[in-house]
């Protein structure tokens, strides 16, 4: 079966009625939650993503409360907060949002993380975010860049200081 291009659909849909429009929206809806939970975000939180950011830190604050002290599980832990924080960023569409979020998780993970541990997949999921923030930055509005990239050094700082296998000539 062959997907039609996405211009095809959007000329399609164009021409379809409004009712079926919000039919085809709710059956899409029903049978994925990443739909659901786009079309949530596009009624209701879309006017500001900032707010809807800090939505989504308090949700997954819990999870980073409850994050186990074994390397191994709170590196499990990590990824899947680290899944759900990127879903809800890509549906934003925002680079600032992003940006807010990496930043977030980051300083989260040197306060609730075992950064005395030498696991390496605990190492890299720190370290490609902090790849992820300082490739983002140039992406931003040059006022914003300027206010993040000083909380970028920040954090920087804040992880030598705290993160014994952290390296921070690599991030200057």
Same mark, same amino acid.
């Given at each position: 079966?062959?997907?039609?291009?996405?211009?095809?659909?959007? $000329?399609?849909?164009?021409?379809l009625?409004?009712?079926?429009?919000?039919?085809?929206?709710?059956?899409?809806?029903?049978?994925?939650?990443?739909?659901?939970?786009?079309?949530?975000?596009?009624?209701?939180?879309?006017?500001?993503?900032?707010?809807?950011?800090?939505?989504?830190?308090?949700?997954?604050?819990?999870?980073?409360?409850?994050?186990?002290?074994?390397?191994?599980?709170? @590196?499990?832990?990590?990824?899947?907060?680290?899944?759900?924080?990127?879903?809800h960023?890509?549906?934003?569409? @925002?680079?600032?949002?992003?940006?807010?979020?990496l930043?977030?998780?980051?300083?989260?993970?040197?306060?609730?993380?075992?950064?005395?541990t030498?696991?390496?997949?605990?190492?890299?999921?720190?370290?490609?975010?902090?790849?992820?923030?300082? @490739?983002?930055?140039? $992406?931003?509005?040059?006022?914003?860049?300027?206010?993040?990239?000083?909380?970028?050094?920040?954090?920087?700082?804040?992880?030598?200081?705290?993160?014994?296998?952290?390296?921070?000539?690599?991030?200057?």
């Open positions: 079966m062959k997907t039609q291009k996405l211009n095809v659909i959007k $000329k399609e849909l164009s021409g009625p409004v009712q079926q429009l919000a039919d085809i929206c709710l059956r899409l809806a029903k049978y994925k939650k990443d739909n659901k939970e786009l079309l949530n975000y596009l009624l209701y939180d879309a006017s500001d993503p900032l707010a809807y950011s800090e939505q989504v830190k308090s949700y997954l604050e819990e999870e980073f409360k409850s994050l186990p002290r074994h390397y191994y599980q709170s @590196s499990k832990i990590l990824r899947k907060i680290l899944r759900l924080m990127n879903r960023a890509k549906y934003t569409a @925002s680079k600032q949002v992003e940006l807010e979020l930043l977030w998780f980051c300083s989260n993970f040197i306060k609730y993380a075992d950064t005395r030498s696991h390496k997949p605990l190492q890299a999921i720190f370290t490609r975010q902090l790849d992820k923030i300082k @490739s983002a930055l140039p $992406k931003l509005h040059e006022d914003l860049q300027f206010d993040y990239s000083r909380e970028f050094e920040t954090l920087v700082d804040q992880s030598s200081g705290e993160v014994r296998w952290f390296s921070k000539s690599a991030y200057i």
